[in-house]
């Protein structure tokens, strides 16, 4: 058993070192966003984890914005994010739903885009991402969950690649919170190669 680290300090580094060795590649990659890197990160493999999803979820739920009352991202990759930050919240005392977005409206039914207890209109949502690149899928998310009535301020993302999200998303009027770069991940996969 690999128990989770007392203090936010080991939680984070034992979390930047699952992700440098069960989420990080580097090589030559072609991107969802179609551009090519040296760089490729999958962080399925962590979050899908029990230690991962764990530390995942408690350094997170740290960033939730106070006044939100639910969390939501993209599925697939937000999918565990916003299940796990909701247990966390609820360990802690807070009252956070989770929701997850479709990438497509729903075939039949209601032709939801939104799946989860759905707050009252007006209520503020902070969006959770796994892997920010151009920031298309949070602005999506986001643009999403204010065409349903709701606010959203924040994005919170746990790895930032540094290839213009950031950017896109503060020109959106959001702010924009990262757990790692691809920087710090893949300087840390290069200490544990050595």
């Given at each position: ?50 230690i991962g999803l ?44 989770a929701l997850i977005i479709r990438k ?91």
């Amino acid at each position: 058993m690999n128990p989770i680290p007392q203090s936010r300090e080991a939680c984070k580094d034992k979390l930047l070192s699952l992700l440098a060795s069960h989420a990080y590649r580097h090589g030559n990659f072609t991107l969802s966003s179609g551009k090519t890197s040296h760089h490729y990160v999958n962080c399925k493999p962590v979050t899908l984890s029990s230690i991962g999803l764990a530390l995942t979820s408690n350094l997170l739920f740290e960033n939730v914005e106070h006044d939100a009352i639910a969390i939501a991202g993209m599925t697939l990759g937000a999918d565990p994010l916003v299940s796990g930050v909701a247990i966390s919240a609820a360990l802690s005392g807070r009252d956070l739903d989770a929701l997850i977005i479709r990438k497509e409206a729903k075939g039949h039914g209601t032709s939801a885009w939104i799946e989860g207890p759905l707050p009252p209109k007006g209520s503020l949502i902070t969006v959770l991402e796994d892997v920010v690149t151009t920031g298309g899928s949070s602005l999506k998310a986001v643009s999403l969950l204010r065409e349903a009535g709701y606010l959203v301020n924040r994005v919170v993302t746990i790895v930032d690649r540094l290839e213009g999200g950031l950017e896109a998303i503060e020109n959106e009027g959001l702010e924009m919170i990262n757990l790692f770069s691809i920087e710090e991940i893949s300087s840390k996969s290069n200490q544990i190669l050595r």
